[in-house]
């Protein structure tokens, strides 16, 4: 006669879960955003002008990096 109290035991595994916080980082990103937003959108002259400066606002931190790395002649 099998063990009932084995066969229907169900084993439950307690995780921790991990948050990390980058509020401070995040702030600052989103303030650089915004400024990347105005001055696109200050040179833009037609809506794929705005929908570029939109894009560019978003992946400026590459385009950063990329000049450094150019400049450095790395």
Same mark, same amino acid.
Request: glycine letters at 6%.
């Given at each position: 006669?099998?063990?009932?109290? #084995? ?13 990390? #916080? #980058? ?52």
């Amino acid at each position: 006669m099998p063990d009932d109290k #084995n066969s229907s035991k169900t084993t439950t595994r307690k995780t921790k879960k991990v948050v990390k #916080n #980058n509020s401070a980082s995040g702030g600052i990103y989103g303030l650089a955003l915004i400024g990347a937003l105005v001055y696109y959108f200050q040179q833009a002259t037609t809506f794929w002008d705005y929908v570029l400066g939109f894009l560019k606002a978003l992946v400026w931190p590459a385009f950063l990096v990329y000049e450094l790395l150019k400049f450095l002649k790395m």
